[in-house]
């Protein structure tokens, strides 16, 4: 029989694959080891594949596409409603099958491997802060215990460093100075690595035409902006503004019944990195409002007024979401009398 939907379970070695034919009845549900994968696509005649969306779903979405198939990422928690009882891979893999044919059902857009390459410059220069601050963290709580005081901040810490890098000798045993230096040279060695990532998405921001129309946003800076491209290309994947902060994770969370509308906090979901960096976005032009309040919209002014920095913050966050989905599917610089 001809297969006309192919559910694929993906997996680093074993991969599981659910095929159903026009009239629905399966056709196989069986384990394929990854060298055999292509292979077997590449017998099948063209039909539609439905994968979730996870770290390597983007590399077999391009390759199956490749060979002529309709390959469609699922979000997993969009799949999980149509798995039957039990836990695995046939299972997942006939659940994948089901809920890629529904009508209504929200795909990922496939990223391309420029996109994924940037992508790769966030992920590496995220990792990499995080070990710098826990590396702070420890730093600081280490030369504490003999009473010696770091100011918070990170340009206090890394100030500590180099003094310490550079020669400076704290008044305590020889095994307490030994340790606190080699923290010391790696958090500098550290710092240098993130600055490295930084000044490469600068140069990126600069060769990208839609990076630059986003760095015309305010509160929207290099990293924010080539995070975003990376993650949602041209945006067409969404069809307004409001959905792209819904994933973002920006919209209130509704549970309204019976009639009663009832709006909770932020969802949260979607991806946590660009919210993260939209709300520190957002800080930041708070921060200046306060300090330079004639250069400041009227509309930011007004809430800060109203409503606490915090959720101005992310008040503002939802609202410069919006604001990048029209610049990017418009092509054009951000106006604030047109957007």
């Not at 420890?138 to 901040?153: C, D, Q, T």
């Not at 503002?316 to 029209?326: L, Q």
């Amino acid at each position: 029989m001809e297969v006309t939907t192919i559910g694929v379970d993906l997996a680093k070695n074993v991969f599981q694959v659910h095929g159903i034919a026009e009239d629905e009845s399966v056709v196989f549900n069986k384990p394929l080891r990854r060298a055999q994968v292509l292979p077997f696509f590449a017998k099948l005649e063209p039909c539609l594949i439905g994968m979730e969306s996870c770290s390597t779903a983007h590399h077999w979405a391009r390759e199956l596409s490749a060979l002529g198939h309709d390959v469609r990422l699922i979000p997993p928690m969009y799949v999980k409603p149509y798995v039957k009882r039990g836990k695995s891979d046939a299972i997942d893999a006939e659940a994948i099958c089901e809920a890629v044919t529904r009508p209504t059902m929200r795909f990922v857009a496939i990223k391309t491997v420029e996109q994924q390459s940037l992508l790769s410059l966030h992920r590496a220069r995220d990792l990499l802060v995080r070990q710098r601050t826990q590396l702070i963290n420890g730093l600081r709580g280490l030369v504490a215990e003999f009473g010696v005081y770091i100011p918070r901040g990170l340009a206090r810490v890394i100030g500590f460093a180099e003094d310490i890098t550079l020669g400076e000798v704290l008044d305590l045993p020889d095994i307490a100075n030994e340790v606190i230096r080699n923290l010391a040279e790696q958090l500098m060695a550290l710092h240098q690595r993130v600055r490295w990532y930084e000044e490469r998405l600068k140069q990126v921001a600069k060769e990208d035409a839609r990076v630059r129309l986003l760095c015309t946003i305010p509160g929207v800076g290099a990293v924010t902006a080539s995070a975003i491209i990376a993650s949602i290309g041209d945006g067409h994947q969404f069809r307004n503004g409001r959905e792209f902060a819904a994933w973002l994770g920006l919209t209130p969370a509704n549970k309204s019944s019976g009639g009663k509308e009832k709006l909770g906090k932020i969802t949260k979901m979607g991806d946590q990195y660009l919210r993260s960096l939209l709300v520190v976005g957002m800080t930041s032009l708070v921060r200046q409002t306060r300090s330079h309040p004639e250069r400041a919209s009227k509309w930011l002014t007004s809430l800060l007024e109203r409503k606490p920095a915090r959720l101005a913050t992310v008040a503002m966050a939802n609202k410069t979401a919006r604001i990048v989905w029209a610049v990017l599917t418009r092509d054009v610089p951000y106006k604030p009398h047109l957007i």
